[in-house]
């Protein structure tokens, strides 16, 4: 069964920390892991994405780290502020099948 | 919202009656999904389209049925609605294997 595991559940950060979140997968045929942000009563916009063949991507504030051998990925947020504040997912998916696997998705508070 | 239009917005049912939920996009995109989003689960695909009459099962499929007879329209079905059907119900589109798009969402309450 093709699963991503998501972590932490919840983050708590103050005004220009840098908030953390990790995805671990398990299908090596994965070649697209994009994250997602939800804001309340929304639905999930898609926020950052990367390929395998690379190690990092930024845009903007937003980081994704890949570690192909290890198979994780994270996403890093540089000067997180209180705007920031939302639920993230993970996801992964391979070229050879149509569908997205999520994490469970973690839900970042950034305090002023 | 990438032109999806989920229908309607709040639904609240009673148990063992019929629902039905439609997705609809104006982006002419292969693929379209139906995922639910629940505490603690984050979203689980129910089912998806890749192309009209062409669909197949997500890995919370049971007690759902979907239909898309047309390239702009996937309708989602609970053919007798349950308590644990209560959720908050996503349709998304994809163009290719790459980004997808998600509607508003649909929060269905089963009473």
């Known amino acids: 069964q093709q699963q991503v595991k998501q972590s932490p559940q919840s983050l708590i950060v103050q005004k220009g920390g840098i908030p953390i979140i990790n995805c671990a997968y398990e299908n090596t045929a994965f070649d697209y892991f994009p994250w997602y942000q939800q804001f309340p009563g929304k639905g999930p916009a898609l926020l950052i994405a990367?390929?395998?063949?690379?190690s990092e991507k930024k845009e903007g504030r937003f980081t994704i780290s890949f570690n192909k051998s290890a198979k994780q990925f994270s996403l890093h947020i540089m000067d997180s502020q209180p705007g920031d504040s939302a639920t993230y997912f993970c996801?992964?998916?391979?070229?050879?099948?149509?569908?997205?696997?999520f994490g469970k998705g973690t839900m970042l508070l950034v305090s002023p | 919202d990438a032109g999806i239009t989920q229908s309607p917005r709040h639904k609240v049912t009673e148990t063992g009656t019929p629902v039905t939920l439609r997705c609809h996009q104006t982006?002419?995109?292969?693929?379209m999904y139906w995922y639910r989003q629940d505490p603690g689960h984050g979203l689980r695909l129910i089912h998806y389209s890749y192309g009209v009459k062409d669909t197949d099962k997500g890995e919370v499929s049971d007690g759902y049925s979907v239909s898309r007879s047309k390239t702009e329209d996937f309708l989602l079905t609970l053919e007798s609605a349950t308590s644990s059907q209560t959720s908050v119900y996503f349709c998304a589109i994809r163009k290719d294997r790459a980004e997808a798009f998600f509607g508003q969402g649909t929060r269905l309450t089963v009473v």
């Open positions: 982006e002419n995109h292969r693929y």
């Open positions: 996801a992964a998916s391979n070229s050879g099948y149509s569908t997205l696997t």
């Open positions: 990367i390929r395998p063949d690379v």
